[in-house]
């Protein structure tokens, strides 16, 4: 069974730094590209950014320079390093696994989500 | 970087068809998915590829894709349907993009 379990979640001061990760069970993170998606209070889905199996990172804009993901195959585990926080920063932030076929990709297994809160 | 818009709600009586669309410059040059998201739950992918069921999915939503509007059509409404969808693509220029999501009410 595909399990990713996302910890790491909090309440942190603006400015500060948190580190959330992802545990992966039933298939293999180095086979796979591993994304972070978030959603703030009340509003829709926003890629953060994505891992692919070759170890090439991409980033979404706002947070590109503040964020930083990786993973550690031998913990089959993806991590997102958040740094200067905002206040606009605030939601809740899902570990995504894709499969990608016909040159697109899809999401095809979520994890449940960890809550960041970003308030002074 | 490419822009993917919904409509922000869509109202259907149970037992009718809901449709909601997806609107992006020649979407239809690339594969489109849907996700259904529940009030305190993770997304789940109801359409990948334009119009590919996964398992578990009922055969009551169907997916197209043309020119520059994406569907998702649910057949039968029922109560059970209630969420938010978001559709999503896959363009190498902005990695993944998600639509602003559409909150499908049953009446």
Known sequence: EVQLVETGGGLIQPGGSLRLSCAVSG??????????????PGKGLQWLSVIYSGGSTYYEDSVRGRFTISRDD???TVFLQMNSLRAEDTAV?????????????????WGQGTLVSVSS | SYVLTQPP????????TATITCGGNNIGNKGVHWYQQKPG????????SDSDRPSGIPERFSGA???????????????????????????FG??????????????
Not at chain 1, 93 to 109: E, I, K, L, M, P
Not at chain 2, 10 to 15: D, E, I, K, L, N
Not at chain 2, 94 to 107: A, C, I, M
Request: proline share 2%; with cysteine.
């Open chain 1, 27 to 40: 298939f293999s993170i180095n086979y796979n590209y591993m994304s972070w998606v978030r959603q703030a």
């Open chain 1, 74 to 76: 031998s913990k089959n």
């Open chain 1, 93 to 109: 932030y899902y570990c995504a696994s894709h499969y990608c076929t016909s040159g697109s990709c899809y999401f095809d297994n």
């Open chain 2, 9 to 16: 709600s869509v109202s259907v009586a149970p037992g009718r």
């Open chain 2, 41 to 48: 739950q993770a997304p789940v992918l109801v359409i990948n």
């Open chain 2, 65 to 91: 894709n043309s020119g520059n509007t994406a569907t998702l059509t649910i057949s039968r409404v029922e109560g059970g349907d209630e969420a938010d969808y978001y559709c999503q693509v896959w363009d």
């Open chain 2, 94 to 107: 902005s990695d993944v993009v998600f639509g602003g999501g559409t909150k499908l009410t049953v009446l």
